[in-house]
C-alpha cells in the first residue's frame, strides 16, 4: 500500500522568508510525486511533479520540491513566501508502471503573513 | 497547461432530486477520470474511476447506484448524484489523468459545490 504523510496541519510563515511545506511518502517501486494547490472553493492545481531525473524539480509560481530518496521525502520549498501563496497544499504519490490510483496527504496550510 | 473543466461550478437542489456534474478535459484525451468528493478542511476522498468505454470503477463504500458515472467520450465524463440528501452536500472534484512518455498527471477541474435542502 502507498502513502503519503503530511506532518504538519498549517505553516506560518513571514512575507518574504524562505517556505517549507513537508511531505514524506511511502510506496513499492518507484514513486511518482505532485504537489498541488487549492485556494478556497477552487479545485485542485498542478504545481510540480517528480517522475524521474534531477531530484530538484522546480514547478510553478517560483515552487521548487526536492526528491531525497533515502529519506523517502519531497518537501515544497519557495525561496520567499508571497501573501498570495496562502493556500492550502496537497503532496500526492503513486507507483510508476501502469495504473495505479494517486494518493493524496492531508493538506498542509500554509499562511503568510504580510 | 491541461484544462479541465467543470459544470456546473456551484448547484442547490431539494432532497430528492438528482443532480448531473459534467467533466471536461478541453485540450487532451483522457481515457482515465476521477471523481472526488471533498468535505469541509479534509483531504480528497476518490470516489470512482471512470474509464472511457466501460463501467466505473468504484472504491470501497461508495454506493454506485446513488452516484452513476458515465464516461462517454474521451474527453467528457459525468456524475448524477441520484435522490440527493442532504449528507451528499459537499464539494465534488473531477480530474483527468494525462498519461504519455515521462508523464502521468492528473489535471484537475475547479470542483462543483453542491447543496442539497
Known amino acids: 500500500a502507498q502513502s503519503v504523510a503530511q506532518p504538519e496541519d498549517q505553516v506560518n510563515v513571514a512575507e518574504g522568508n524562505p517556505l517549507t511545506v513537508k511531505c514524506t511518502y511511502s510506496?513499492?517501486?518507484?514513486?511518482?510525486l505532485f504537489w498541488y494547490v487549492q485556494y478556497p472553493n477552487r479545485g485542485l492545481q498542478f504545481l510540480l511533479k517528480?517522475?524521474?531525473?534531477?531530484?530538484l524539480v522546480k514547478g510553478s509560481y517560483g515552487f521548487e520540491a526536492e526528491f531525497n530518496k533515502s529519506q523517502t521525502s519531497f518537501h515544497l520549498k519557495k525561496p520567499s513566501a508571497l501573501v498570495s501563496d496562502s493556500a492550502l497544499y496537497f503532496c500526492?504519490?503513486?507507483?510508476?508502471?501502469?495504473?495505479?490510483?494517486?494518493?493524496f496527504g492531508t493538506g498542509t496550510k500554509l499562511q503568510v503573513i504580510p | 497547461g491541461a484544462v479541465v473543466s467543470q459544470h456546473p461550478s456551484r448547484v442547490i437542489c431539494k432532497s430528492g432530486t438528482s443532480v448531473k456534474i459534467e467533466c471536461r478535459s478541453l485540450?487532451?484525451?483522457?481515457?482515465?477520470m476521477f471523481w472526488y468528493r471533498q468535505f469541509p478542511k479534509q483531504s480528497l476522498m476518490l470516489m470512482a474511476t471512470?474509464?472511457?468505454?466501460?463501467?466505473?470503477?468504484?472504491e470501497q463504500g461508495v454506493e454506485k447506484d446513488k452516484f452513476l458515472i458515465n464516461h462517454a467520450s474521451l474527453t467528457l465524463s459525468t456524475l448524477t448524484v441520484t435522490s440527493a440528501h442532504p449528507e451528499d452536500s459537499s464539494f465534488y472534484i473531477c480530474?483527468?489523468?494525462?498519461?504519455?512518455?515521462?508523464?502521468?498527471?492528473?489535471?484537475f477541474g475547479p470542483g462543483t459545490r453542491l447543496t442539497v435542502l
Open positions: 510506496v513499492s517501486g518507484n514513486p511518482y
Open positions: 471512470s474509464n472511457e468505454g466501460s463501467k466505473a470503477t468504484y
Open positions: 485540450d487532451f484525451q483522457a481515457t482515465t
Open positions: 500526492a504519490v503513486k507507483t510508476s508502471g501502469g495504473y495505479q490510483k494517486v494518493t
Open positions: 517528480y517522475i524521474t531525473g534531477d531530484n
Open positions: 480530474s483527468a489523468r494525462r498519461s504519455g512518455v515521462l508523464t502521468d498527471t492528473q489535471y
